[in-house]
């Protein structure tokens, strides 16, 4: 299955997506987006980047959804449509 790593705020303000991509503070909070090194030769000042604080996986539905939908004599479900016995175990919660 596949999947996409996009980087978050730490404090959940923005994904850095799109218009924010090369963003290296979050624009509402102020935080930094990666995680700081210090670099003892250089008296203690920090590297310019380090790993993301925060990583969001996303996990995109519709080619699962399409690919269980593609044949509808497979939908069938003891009679009933499959989308019906998926809506109705969802709406259970």
């Known amino acids: 299955m596949e999947y996409k790593r996009i980087h978050a705020c730490p404090n959940d303000g923005i994904l850095y997506r799109k218009e924010f991509e090369d963003l290296k503070k979050c624009p509402k909070c102020g935080s930094s987006q990666y995680k700081q090194k210090r670099n003892s030769e250089d008296n203690g000042q920090i590297e ?5 604080l925060k990583v969001v996986w996303y996990l995109p539905i519709m080619p ?8 509808p004599k497979d939908t069938l479900v003891q009679g009933r449509d499959y989308a019906t016995v998926i809506l109705t175990f969802w709406l259970r919660f």
């Open 64 to 71: 699962k959804l399409k690919h269980l939908f593609a044949n």
């Open 48 to 52: 310019r980047e380090g790993f993301a």
